[in-house]
Protein backbone atom coordinates (compact mmCIF):
# COMPACT_ATOMS: atom_id res chain seq x y z
CA UNK A 1 0.00 0.00 0.00
CA UNK A 2 1.50 3.44 -1.08
CA UNK A 3 1.18 6.25 0.90
CA UNK A 4 2.37 9.63 0.74
CA UNK A 5 2.14 12.39 3.89
CA UNK A 6 2.49 16.14 3.54
CA UNK A 7 3.89 18.13 6.58
CA UNK A 8 4.62 21.58 6.80
CA UNK A 9 2.12 23.89 5.50
CA UNK A 10 0.87 26.44 7.12
CA UNK A 11 -0.15 30.43 7.88
CA UNK A 12 2.65 32.92 7.43
CA UNK A 13 3.16 36.12 6.17
CA UNK A 14 4.21 37.90 2.73
CA UNK A 15 7.95 37.61 2.31
CA UNK A 16 8.46 34.82 4.47
CA UNK A 17 9.40 31.14 4.25
CA UNK A 18 8.07 27.44 4.41
CA UNK A 19 9.13 24.09 4.22
CA UNK A 20 7.37 21.07 2.91
CA UNK A 21 7.82 17.07 3.42
CA UNK A 22 6.21 14.57 1.93
CA UNK A 23 7.02 10.88 3.51
CA UNK A 24 6.40 8.02 0.98
CA UNK A 25 6.00 4.43 1.95
CA UNK A 26 5.57 1.38 -0.75
CA UNK A 27 7.14 3.65 -3.75
CA UNK A 28 10.82 4.21 -3.67
CA UNK A 29 11.47 8.08 -4.73
CA UNK A 30 14.38 6.67 -6.38
CA UNK A 31 12.47 5.04 -9.00
CA UNK A 32 9.75 7.17 -8.73
CA UNK A 33 8.95 10.72 -10.35
CA UNK A 34 8.36 12.73 -7.57
CA UNK A 35 6.54 16.12 -7.47
CA UNK A 36 4.81 19.03 -5.98
CA UNK A 37 1.54 20.38 -7.18
CA UNK A 38 -0.73 22.74 -5.77
CA UNK A 39 -4.58 23.82 -5.98
CA UNK A 40 -5.84 26.98 -4.59
CA UNK A 41 -9.67 27.61 -4.63
CA UNK A 42 -11.85 27.49 -7.84
CA UNK A 43 -8.55 26.68 -9.36
CA UNK A 44 -7.25 23.42 -11.40
CA UNK A 45 -4.28 21.62 -9.57
CA UNK A 46 -0.89 23.24 -10.74
CA UNK A 47 2.68 21.83 -11.22
CA UNK A 48 4.77 23.07 -8.88
CA UNK A 49 8.22 21.07 -8.72
CA UNK A 50 9.61 17.72 -9.85
CA UNK A 51 11.95 15.14 -10.21
CA UNK A 52 12.43 13.05 -13.35
CA UNK A 53 12.34 9.24 -12.47
CA UNK A 54 15.31 8.86 -13.76
CA UNK A 55 18.06 11.06 -14.32
CA UNK A 56 17.60 13.11 -11.21
CA UNK A 57 16.61 16.14 -12.81
CA UNK A 58 14.54 19.36 -11.31
CA UNK A 59 11.66 21.01 -13.06
CA UNK A 60 9.69 23.94 -11.38
CA UNK A 61 6.79 25.76 -12.46
CA UNK A 62 8.06 29.38 -14.38
CA UNK A 63 6.11 31.39 -11.27
CA UNK A 64 7.85 29.89 -8.21
CA UNK A 65 11.98 29.07 -10.17
CA UNK A 66 14.13 30.64 -8.49
CA UNK A 67 12.18 31.25 -5.10
CA UNK A 68 10.92 27.41 -4.70
CA UNK A 69 13.57 24.55 -3.93
CA UNK A 70 12.80 20.81 -4.23
CA UNK A 71 15.19 18.10 -2.58
CA UNK A 72 15.27 14.56 -1.39
CA UNK A 73 16.53 12.38 0.95
CA UNK A 74 16.83 8.44 -0.56
CA UNK A 75 17.66 7.51 3.04
CA UNK A 76 14.25 8.62 4.74
CA UNK A 77 13.09 8.05 1.36
CA UNK A 78 10.95 11.69 1.18
CA UNK A 79 10.81 15.04 -0.54
CA UNK A 80 10.89 18.55 0.49
CA UNK A 81 10.06 21.82 -1.05
CA UNK A 82 11.69 24.78 0.72
CA UNK A 83 9.69 27.87 -0.48
CA UNK A 84 11.02 31.65 -0.05
CA UNK A 85 9.91 35.02 -0.48
CA UNK A 86 6.43 33.67 -0.53
CA UNK A 87 3.33 35.72 -1.67
CA UNK A 88 -0.47 35.86 -1.90
CA UNK A 89 -0.88 33.83 -4.71
CA UNK A 90 1.24 31.08 -3.37
CA UNK A 91 -1.69 30.09 -0.85
CA UNK A 92 -2.93 26.81 -1.49
CA UNK A 93 -3.46 23.10 -1.01
CA UNK A 94 -0.13 21.88 -1.60
CA UNK A 95 0.09 17.74 -2.78
CA UNK A 96 2.96 15.40 -3.23
CA UNK A 97 2.65 12.88 -6.17
CA UNK A 98 4.96 10.13 -7.04
CA UNK A 99 4.93 8.71 -10.58
CA UNK A 100 6.69 5.16 -10.59
CA UNK A 101 5.68 4.64 -14.52
CA UNK A 102 6.00 8.44 -15.40
CA UNK A 103 7.77 9.46 -18.51
CA UNK A 104 10.04 12.31 -18.34
CA UNK A 105 8.23 14.37 -21.10
CA UNK A 106 5.09 14.07 -19.01
CA UNK A 107 6.58 15.25 -15.40
CA UNK A 108 4.29 18.32 -15.69
CA UNK A 109 0.89 16.19 -16.04
CA UNK A 110 -1.00 15.41 -12.92
CA UNK A 111 -2.75 13.11 -14.64
CA UNK A 112 0.29 10.65 -15.27
CA UNK A 113 1.35 10.56 -11.02
CA UNK A 114 -0.30 7.11 -9.52
CA UNK A 115 -0.26 8.25 -6.37
CA UNK A 116 -1.31 10.93 -4.55
CA UNK A 117 -0.96 12.75 -0.78
CA UNK A 118 -3.60 14.56 1.37
CA UNK A 119 -2.46 18.07 0.99
CA UNK A 120 -0.96 20.50 3.00
CA UNK A 121 -2.73 23.76 2.91
CA UNK A 122 -0.08 26.66 2.62
CA UNK A 123 -2.00 30.25 3.14
CA UNK A 124 -0.11 33.46 2.59
CA UNK A 125 -0.92 36.76 4.05
CA UNK A 126 -0.35 40.09 2.53
Known amino acids: QVQLVESGGGLVQAGSSLRLSCVAS????????MAWFRQAPGKAREFVAAFSRTGGYTYYSDSVKGRFTISKDNAKNSIDLQMNSLNAEDTAVYYC???????????????????WGQGTQVTVSS
Open 97 to 115: AAGPRIITSSTRNAAQYDY
Open 26 to 33: GVSIRTSG
